[in-house]
């Protein structure tokens, strides 16, 4: 079973930028869609983007022109970019393979404020 570890999240001042890793063990994740998702204190889950095996990415509308998603299959790692960020992206932030409901990391803090 594939099993996560993400890392990079801290704390940042509004406008500062993070860059998050997950990485892969397990299994190879270079034929999986796979997304980053966060969860906020008091609030479900949400997906935050994906990014398909061909490297197509798909966004949220609160992550659209701030946040980047990509891919290195060699490193199985999968990574987000968050630039501009604001003091509502404060939330524990997972990736995971799209849809799976299984195999959830520990996740990384990311909380912003001044």
């Known amino acids: 079973q594939v099993q996560f570890v993400e890392s990079g999240g801290g704390l940042v001042q509004p406008g500062g930028s993070l860059r998050l890793s997950c990485a892969a063990s397990g299994s190879l994740i270079r034929f999986y869609t796979m997304a980053w998702y966060r969860q906020a204190p008091g609030k479900e889950r949400e997906r935050v983007a994906s990014i398909n095996s061909g490297n197509t990415t798909a966004y949220s509308d609160f992550a659209k022109g701030r946040f980047t998603i990509s891919r290195d299959n060699a490193k199985n790692t999968v990574y987000l970019q968050m630039n501009s960020l604001k003091p509502e992206d404060t939330a524990i932030y997972y990736c995971?393979?799209?849809?799976?409901?299984?195999?959830w990391g520990q996740g990384t803090q990311v909380t912003v404020s001044p």
């Open positions: 995971n393979v799209l849809g799976s409901t299984r195999g």
